[in-house]
C-alpha cells in the first residue's frame, strides 16, 4: 500500500476530536471515507462538502448489528476497507472503590467491545485481499496510569495488549497494525464527552479527588492538535512499514520516556529476587 493509492477508510466515532479531524484529512487529500457517528446527522455535512468520496454512516460500536451494517454499507458503497480506524471512546473519571458497575460495563463495551466487533467485521476482507490498516486509538494512558482514571486506563490497556496480539496475527496476511497513543489533545474527551461516578469518598479526595478536578480543569487548554495528529496518522497509513505504536504528543512523548526509566529503575532494583523464583540450576 503506497501513498499514491487512493484509500478508503472506515472511521469510527467522527462526530468530533481526533475523529472528525481525521475524517477531515483523508478526505482533504483525495481518499473515500465511511464517516460514522452514533447519530448520523453528526456526519451528514460531510456528504456536502465531499460529494460521495464520503459516506455518512450510523454506528453504534456497542450494537453488533450496527457495526455489521455500517461495514456491509462500507463495502457496498465503496467496494473494499483499506484503512480501518478504531477511534470511538471516552474517559470515565472515579476511584476504583468509586466506580459504578453499569459504568465500568459500558465503558468497556465501548472501549474494548466495540473495537473486537470493528475488528472481527473488516478482517475477512482485509485477508481475502491480503491487504489493509488497522489504527488502534488507545492513549498515553494505554502506557501509564494515574489516579481517578483507573477504568479507562484498564480498556486502554486491554487494547494494547489485544493489538500487539492482532498485530503478530495478521502481519503474514498483508495487514499491519498501529496503536495510536496521544497525549492530551485539544478535544471534548476532558469535557463534554467525559463521564464520572456522583460517587466521592473523602479518603480519596487527596489522589482521585484532585485528579478528578485537574482532569477536568485542563479541557480546552491541552497541547496537543487533533488536526497535526490526525495528519501524523495518515503518514503512518502511508508508510510501507509501519509502527506498531506512535505516541503523539510532546506530553505523551516525555511521559513515556519518563514511565521507560522507572519500569527498568524497578526492574534492576528487584532482579535478585525476580531470578530467585527460578528453579535451581535453570
Given at each position: 500500500?503506497?501513498?499514491?493509492?487512493?484509500?478508503?477508510?472506515?472511521?469510527?466515532?467522527?462526530?468530533?476530536?481526533?475523529?472528525?479531524?481525521?475524517?477531515?484529512?483523508?478526505?482533504?487529500?483525495?481518499?473515500?471515507?465511511?464517516?460514522?457517528?452514533?447519530?448520523?446527522?453528526?456526519?451528514?455535512?460531510?456528504?456536502?462538502?465531499?460529494?460521495?468520496?464520503?459516506?455518512?454512516?450510523?454506528?453504534?460500536?456497542?450494537?453488533?448489528?450496527?457495526?455489521?451494517?455500517?461495514?456491509?454499507?462500507?463495502?457496498?458503497?465503496?467496494?473494499?476497507?483499506?484503512?480501518?480506524?478504531?477511534?470511538?471512546?471516552?474517559?470515565?473519571?472515579?476511584?476504583?472503590?468509586?466506580?459504578?458497575?453499569?459504568?465500568?460495563?459500558?465503558?468497556?463495551?465501548?472501549?474494548?467491545?466495540?473495537?473486537?466487533?470493528?475488528?472481527?467485521?473488516?478482517?475477512?476482507?482485509?485477508?481475502?485481499?491480503?491487504?489493509?490498516?488497522?489504527?488502534?486509538?488507545?492513549?498515553?494512558?494505554?502506557?501509564?496510569?494515574?489516579?481517578?482514571?483507573?477504568?479507562?486506563?484498564?480498556?486502554?490497556?486491554?487494547?494494547?495488549?489485544?493489538?500487539?496480539?492482532?498485530?503478530?496475527?495478521?502481519?503474514?496476511?498483508?495487514?499491519?497494525?498501529?496503536?495510536?497513543?496521544?497525549?492530551?489533545?485539544?478535544?471534548?474527551?476532558?469535557?463534554?464527552?467525559?463521564?464520572?461516578?456522583?460517587?466521592?469518598?473523602?479518603?480519596?479526595?487527596?489522589?482521585?479527588?484532585?485528579?478528578?478536578?485537574?482532569?477536568?480543569?485542563?479541557?480546552?487548554?491541552?497541547?496537543?492538535?487533533?488536526?497535526?495528529?490526525?495528519?501524523?496518522?495518515?503518514?503512518?497509513?502511508?508508510?510501507?512499514?509501519?509502527?506498531?505504536?506512535?505516541?503523539?504528543?510532546?506530553d505523551a512523548l516525555a511521559g513515556a520516556r519518563n514511565r521507560l526509566d522507572r519500569l527498568r529503575t524497578e526492574i534492576d532494583a528487584n532482579e535478585p529476587l525476580t531470578r530467585?523464583?527460578?528453579?535451581?540450576?535453570?
Amino acid at each position: 500500500m503506497t501513498s499514491e493509492t487512493t484509500k478508503t477508510w472506515l472511521i469510527t466515532g467522527c462526530s468530533s476530536g481526533l475523529g472528525r479531524a481525521l475524517a477531515e484529512h483523508a478526505l482533504e487529500r483525495g481518499d473515500r471515507v465511511a464517516v460514522t457517528a452514533r447519530n448520523r446527522e453528526a456526519v451528514e455535512e460531510f456528504a456536502t462538502r465531499y460529494g460521495d468520496r464520503a459516506l455518512p454512516l450510523e454506528l453504534d460500536v456497542t450494537d453488533p448489528g450496527s457495526v455489521t451494517a455500517a461495514v456491509r454499507a462500507c463495502e457496498e458503497g465503496f467496494g473494499r476497507v483499506d484503512v480501518l480506524v478504531n477511534n470511538a471512546g471516552y474517559g470515565y473519571l472515579a476511584a476504583v472503590e468509586e466506580g459504578e458497575d453499569a459504568e465500568i460495563r459500558a465503558l468497556f463495551d465501548t472501549n474494548v467491545h466495540g473495537v473486537v466487533a470493528m475488528l472481527k467485521a473488516v478482517l475477512p476482507g482485509m485477508r481475502a485481499r491480503r491487504s489493509g490498516r488497522i489504527v488502534n486509538v488507545s492513549s498515553f494512558g494505554g502506557l501509564a496510569a494515574f489516579a481517578a482514571t483507573g477504568y479507562y486506563h484498564a480498556t486502554k490497556f486491554a487494547l494494547e495488549g489485544l493489538s500487539e496480539s492482532l498485530a503478530a496475527e495478521v502481519a503474514p496476511l498483508g495487514i499491519a497494525v498501529t496503536i495510536v497513543e496521544p497525549g492530551g489533545l485539544r478535544t471534548r474527551w476532558a469535557g463534554s464527552s467525559m463521564r464520572r461516578s456522583p460517587v466521592r469518598m473523602d479518603d480519596y479526595e487527596q489522589t482521585a479527588g484532585k485528579r478528578r478536578d485537574s482532569t477536568l480543569a485542563v479541557s480546552g487548554r491541552q497541547p496537543g492538535d487533533p488536526v497535526r495528529a490526525a495528519a501524523a496518522i495518515a503518514t503512518v497509513v502511508d508508510a510501507d512499514a509501519p509502527p506498531l505504536r506512535l505516541l503523539l504528543g510532546s506530553d505523551a512523548l516525555a511521559g513515556a520516556r519518563n514511565r521507560l526509566d522507572r519500569l527498568r529503575t524497578e526492574i534492576d532494583a528487584n532482579e535478585p529476587l525476580t531470578r530467585s523464583a527460578d528453579l535451581e540450576g535453570a
